[in-house]
């Protein structure tokens, strides 16, 4: 949650926000705790997903994880001396998808025979050069996609709230330097600020969790602890995939585990229930 604080009272500031790590995307306008505006989400592979893919393919040290391998190799690569497809330049909306431009990297890492069992370390100069150029050209797009999608959603989202100030980016992407001095020229053209977390912070989601729940707390938002008598067989709904809000009306999406995600009520229907019990 982004908080403005003013002397000991809290104020919730209006934001847009891009969630990005390994499993998932998401573009939402947050409104208020626990109200929000779905603006993208992720139709098949998230970035994480393909940062980790392309730096196993190329055969780099994932032991820090792959976004950060493949982050370092790039700045020693020419970005523009590959040509991958932005993927859905045709789609005019905020979704993300990335299965097709890992599809593109595999079959160029294929085509030039760079063998991904053969680590970096070993690589000659001439292959290291070329392994360097796939993932700066891989970065380049991937990431171009993302600003593609911030672009419009900071549009639909100054349509419905005109008082944003800022774009939040978070989740475990969200420390790669590139993608955020990327973002930071987006958010400029429409005299946004860029918010995001300290990179040690950026996948620690123990903290993000904890701090939202103090969040709601504060408004009074809990369930009460079970009762000592309950009883063995009581059963708990667990929900993998709680959309945070309501779909924007020009963000929907085929995605099959979007239709699925949606069988259950959104955080936002749920808290706005609440307050209207209180």
């Known amino acids: 949650m982004l908080m403005c604080y003013l002397d000991t009272n809290p104020e919730f500031c209006l934001y847009l926000i891009l969630l990005i790590y390994g499993g998932h995307n998401l573009l939402v306008l947050a409104r208020d705790l626990g109200q929000y505006v779905q603006l993208g989400t992720t139709i098949d592979d998230a970035i994480g997903e393909a940062y980790d893919k392309t730096a196993r393919w190329l055969g780099l040290d994932i032991s820090r994880g792959g976004g950060p391998a493949l982050e370092e190799l790039a700045r020693e690569g020419d970005a523009k001396s590959i040509k991958f497809s932005v993927p859905m330049k045709q789609h005019k909306d905020c979704n993300f998808s990335y299965a097709g431009l890992k599809t593109q990297v595999r ?19 001439q292959d290291r050069s070329l392994r360097a150029d796939i993932a700066a ?51 400029k053209k429409h005299d946004l600020r860029l918010v995001c977390p300290p990179p040690k912070l950026c996948t620690d989601n123990g ?46 999406s085929k995605s099959r585990s979007l239709r699925t995600a949606r069988i259950h009520p959104s955080l936002t229907s749920i808290v706005q229930a609440s307050m209207q019990q209180q």
């Not at 709230?161 to 939040?168: D, H, M, N, P, R």
């Not at 959309?243 to 009306?249: D, I, S, T, V």
Request: net charge negative; with cysteine; aromatic share 6%.
């Open 107 to 125: 079959l160029k890492i294929a085509s030039k025979n760079i063998i991904s069992e053969t680590p970096i370390s070993s690589a000659s100069c």
């Open 137 to 187: 050209s891989f970065q380049r797009v991937a990431v171009l996609h993302l600003e593609e999608r911030c672009e419009r959603a900071i549009e639909w989202a100054l349509k419905i709230e005109t008082s944003i100030k800022c774009l939040v980016v978070s989740g475990g992407v969200a420390s790669n330097h590139y993608i955020r001095t990327r973002l930071d020229h987006v958010v």
């Open 207 to 252: 903290v993000m969790v904890a701090w939202t729940g103090i969040e709601h707390f504060r408004k009074g938002r809990f369930d009460p602890p079970p009762s000592a008598d309950e009883p063995d067989d009581y059963t708990i709904d667990l929900r993998p995939r709680w959309p945070l809000g309501e779909e924007h009306a020009d963000a929907s």
